[in-house]
């Protein structure tokens, strides 16, 4: 990977990290349902007139839209609301990784390897203390809303692995058109239209400036930059080449978080935190194959990995 490169993977990394802060601002003006229906109605209008369609079976876009979008956003937005802080939010959320392994195995029959097995032992413990730590010290409803936006998350990674999609920044986009119909009926139950018309009507006002800001960050930058560059990274490189970056992005989700709002994760919290993301991290790394002979052909399993690290470039999670 070229130094320029490197430094367009970290820069996507900064990007998503400081997602987390901008959606803690959004989220103090737009209630949660809402916010998720008016971030994925901004991108479905512009996909549906200007981007072509995946080619994929209806079934696996309406999926993936219910895992990527429905079920991690208003999980995600909804722990938030419920007193989790943005930065401790971008730890927890990296549980999708050990989930999308772990339903892979059951789903996809995909064999989990010893490395994988003890990264996601890892991972749990750290979810672990900081879930017992949570119920002492205040409420666990909010780790266990996080926990089901990563669970969404995975579901929505192997379906977009099955689907196996030729063009990921279409999917990502079409992906889009999913949620906000059931977000909006949601929000209309659950939020109620006075409160809908109240948010949506003081969008423009002084005071939900900075509200407004962090969803239009939310929306172009996190999402339009932040997946073009990616993308881009992926087409170019193996996806065990530029993957190894996402797990700046909990590490700049608590720095942002710590400058912008004085959220400073206790020891046991930041301890059971480091854990995650590197079980995450000892999980994804893949040993170094043993050279092969020139005039060895390549085997079964080795095209079977390569058709793995294929899907996986098409289908990356999202923050």
């Excluded at 943005?86 to 995909?110: D, H």
């Excluded at 991972?123 to 666990?140: D, E, F, K, M």
Aim: glycine content about 10%.
């Amino acid at each position: 990977m070229t130094s320029r490169d490197r430094l367009l993977a970290a820069l996507v990394a900064v990007i998503w990290g400081l997602n987390f802060p901008a959606t803690a601002l959004a989220l103090e003006h737009f209630p949660p349902f809402l916010m998720v229906a008016v971030r994925f109605g901004l991108l479905a209008i512009p996909t549906v007139l200007f981007v072509p369609r995946p080619a994929i079976p209806v079934r696996w876009l309406l999926a993936i839209g219910t895992g990527l979008g429905i079920l991690q956003f208003a999980f995600l937005y909804l722990g938030m609301s419920a007193g989790m802080e943005s930065g401790l939010a971008s730890i927890v959320l990296q549980a999708s990784a050990p989930f999308t392994v772990l339903i892979a195995a059951a789903a996809l029959r995909e064999r989990i390897s010893g490395r994988q097995a003890i990264g996601i032992g890892i991972a749990a413990a750290g979810l672990a203390a900081i879930a017992v730590h949570r119920a002492q010290v205040s409420a666990i409803l909010p780790v266990a809303l996080v926990l089901a936006a990563a669970l969404g998350w995975a579901l929505g990674n192997v379906a977009s692995r099955k689907a196996a999609a030729p063009n990921a920044l279409h999917l990502t986009l079409w992906m889009s058109v999913v949620p906000p119909i059931p977000l909006f009926v949601l929000s209309w139950v659950f939020e109620g239209p006075r409160r809908i018309a109240g948010s949506l009507g003081t969008a423009f006002t002084p005071g939900a400036l900075p509200s407004l800001f962090g969803l239009l960050y939310v929306v172009v930058v996190a999402t339009v930059v932040g997946y073009g560059l990616w993308n881009g990274l992926l087409a170019r490189y193996p996806s065990s080449t530029v993957a190894p970056f996402s797990m700046l992005v909990p590490v700049i989700g608590v720095l942002a978080s710590w400058l912008a709002f004085g959220q400073v994760p206790d020891a046991v919290e930041l301890g059971g935190g480091v854990l995650v993301v590197g079980g995450v991290l000892f999980a994804s790394r893949r040993r170094r194959a043993l050279p092969r002979s020139p005039a060895e052909p390549a085997g079964a399993a080795d095209r079977f990995a390569e058709s793995a690290r294929l899907a996986e470039a098409s289908s990356r999670p999202r923050p």
